[in-house]
T-cell receptor, first 109, second 116 residues
Framework: LAKTTQPISMDSYEGQEVNITCSHN???????ITWYQQFPSQGPRFIIQ???TKVTNEVASLFIPADRKSSTLSLPRVSLSDTAVYYC??????????FGDGTTLTVKP | GAVVSQHPSRVICKSGTSVKIECRSL??????MFWYRQFPKQSLMLMAT?????????EQGVEKDKFLINHASLTLSTLTVTSAHPEDSSFYIC????????????FGPGTRLTVT
């Protein structure tokens, strides 16, 4: 299965912008990239999805370069409540959706 | 909108018994539902993909006779862990999608299964 690669952990401080990059070198033409947030003992929560270039919503931005081999989730002005595990998900047109190992983001006061 | 529920949220059962977990899409019809398993401090592992009215597609290494999946309607899928053993203790999470696998997935809150 095609997994994505992310940093295992990141630390940040309240109010800072956080950028988490995900590698997906073997991404196929029809694949989408979706980011999820997960708190302990809860199901993942959708953050943002994209195919190419830049997508922005009320909570985050997603940057995907032209070659689509990576993507960067940008969280503006994080708060303590943003401490969670963030997953970059590659959704393939074969019907498989594989989670990578996730990035544990710790936001400090 | 796009709420997915799971029941029960937590279950403890004895070794050798079977446990059924329900996954419901509350305000939309899900053409595809997915079942994941997550062990402590690990990522989600896809167990199977189910489409309404057809047999589930299981991932390699997942025993289909042990993890029975039924997707009888567009709003309900069930996972039955048969003859559960302590090693089946895990966090089971379902998700539902309207547009196949490329569409956004809506996840349930998860079910914590403990087998004693």
């Amino acid at each position: 299965l095609a997994k994505t690669t992310q940093p295992i952990s990141m630390d940040s401080y309240e109010g800072q912008e956080v950028n988490i990059t995900c590698s997906h070198n073997n991404i196929a033409t029809n694949d989408y990239i979706t980011w999820y947030q997960q708190f302990p003992s809860q199901g993942p929560r959708f953050i943002i999805q994209g195919y190419k270039t830049k997508v922005t919503n009320e909570v985050a931005s997603l940057f995907i370069p032209a070659d689509r081999k990576s993507s960067t989730l940008s969280l503006p002005r994080v708060s303590l409540s943003d401490t969670a595990v963030y997953y970059c998900l590659r959704s393939t047109n074969a019907g498989k959706s594989t989670f990578g190992d996730g990035t544990t983001l710790t936001v400090k006061p | 909108g796009a709420v997915v529920s799971q029941h029960p949220s937590r279950v403890i059962c004895k070794s050798g018994t079977s446990v059924k977990i329900e996954c419901r899409s509350l305000d939309f019809q899900a053409t595809t539902m997915f079942w994941y398993r997550q062990f402590p401090k690990q990522s989600l592992m896809l167990m199977a993909t189910s489409n309404e009215g057809s047999k589930a597609t299981y991932e390699q290494g997942v025993e289909k006779d042990k993890f029975l999946i039924n997707h009888a309607s567009l709003t309900l899928s069930t996972l039955t862990v048969t003859s559960a053993h302590p090693e089946d203790s895990s966090f089971y999470i379902c998700s539902a999608s309207v547009g196949g696998n490329r569409g956004e997935q809506y996840f349930g809150p998860g079910t914590r299964l403990t087998v004693t």
